[in-house]
């Protein structure tokens, strides 16, 4: 079993800054991939970003490009979201998902954590 913990999330003025931290603890050594997803109210929970925990490019959707880093410390088991220039859209429930090997869906997730940007 895989325990993911978020932090980090909050309130914060449109433009802001957030970072939010995925703590991952258990049988990490099985996780071969680690997500943000969200999800606004009465929207679909979408993928924001993944990286793979032995590096390659990171993935993010189209409308975080430019504006959110995602990034792991391995040796921490730590993976963050690093998000910029946030606008009232990005208002979701973050959640920090882990995919084990050999699997196609994420398997594991966290308890989430709100993000607000104010207009």
């Known amino acids: 079993q895989v325990q993911l913990v978020e932090s980090g999330g909050g309130l914060v003025q449109a433009g802001g800054s957030l970072r939010l931290s995925c703590a991952a603890s258990?049988?990490?050594?099985?996780?071969?991939?680690m997500g943000w997803f969200r999800q606004a109210p009465g929207k679909e929970r979408e993928l924001v970003a993944r990286v793979t925990v032995s590096g390659g490019t990171p993935y993010y959707t189209d409308s975080v490009k430019g504006r959110f880093t995602i990034s792991r410390d391995n040796a921490r088991n730590m993976v963050y979201l690093q998000m910029t220039s946030l606008k009232p859209e990005d208002t979701a429930v973050y959640y920090c998902a882990a995919r084990t090997k050999g699997l196609i869906e994420y398997d594991y997730w966290g308890q989430g954590t709100q993000v607000i940007v104010s207009s």
């Open positions: 258990g049988r990490t050594f099985s996780i071969y991939n």
